[in-house]
């Protein structure tokens, strides 16, 4: 789930794009908590396929439900930029500013598994395990080789500082349609868990 601010009036109509820079990424369940869908004077839930979808449209784990999501892609984020981030007020500040900037295109050899590209018109794919898989609201489809695409470059969706992130070791979950046949991404409980471990 994805929070940005309200985005909807009284009678939940969706009168703005964002409301901050804090673009979140939330699990869908955490503590029991339960609330109606837009309610007046509280955020607008956002909803998302996967994390890739959420990173691609500019959003970043959230530091109180995805903690140790957030953690890792601090720690991903300091690996791929010359400056240390100042806590999340920085995060946000260049992370607002990295999806601002005009797409650009990138070898795509050189993008790492979670980053999202666009091959023309209402075609957005995410690189998956050697291919790229076109996103659809129900599940990934159309799935094809990245060696059988026929390109060399790719223009990218998801902001630079997220693609960093990726490069990194970010460990992104990708929805079961991407991963077929390959090893699930672990869920927020197994992260962690495992993160907790010794």
């Known amino acids: 789930m994805g929070n940005r601010g309200i985005l909807h009036d009284e009678n939940k109509r969706i009168i703005r794009a964002s409301r901050n820079t804090m673009w979140l990424i939330c699990r869908l369940e955490f503590k029991g908590r339960k609330r109606p869908l ?3 004077g509280t955020y607008t839930e956002l909803f998302f396929l996967d994390e890739a979808v959420a990173l691609a449209a500019g959003h970043r784990p959230c ?3 995805r903690r140790a999501q957030y953690r890792a892609f601090i720690e991903a984020v300091n690996g791929g930029v010359e400056t240390r981030l100042d806590g999340p007020r920085d995060l946000d500040r260049r992370l607002n500013d990295s ?3 005009p797409r650009t295109a990138a070898p795509l050899a050189d993008l790492p598994d979670g980053v999202f590209i666009t091959l023309g018109d209402d075609d957005f794919r995410v690189i998956w395990n050697g291919a790229l898989h076109r996103w659809s609201p129900e599940g990934y489809i159309d799935s094809m080789a990245t060696a059988d695409a026929g390109i060399e470059t790719a223009i990218v969706v998801t902001p630079s500082l997220s693609v960093a992130a990726l490069r ?3 460990p ?6 991407a991963r077929v046949g390959t090893k699930p991404a672990p869920s927020d409980s197994e992260t962690d868990a495992r993160r907790a471990s010794p």
């Open 168 to 170: 990194y070791g970010y």
């Open 99 to 101: 999806r601002r900037a």
């Open 38 to 40: 837009m309610s007046p």
């Open 172 to 177: 992104i979950e990708v929805h079961q349609s």
């Open 63 to 65: 530091g109180e439900c």
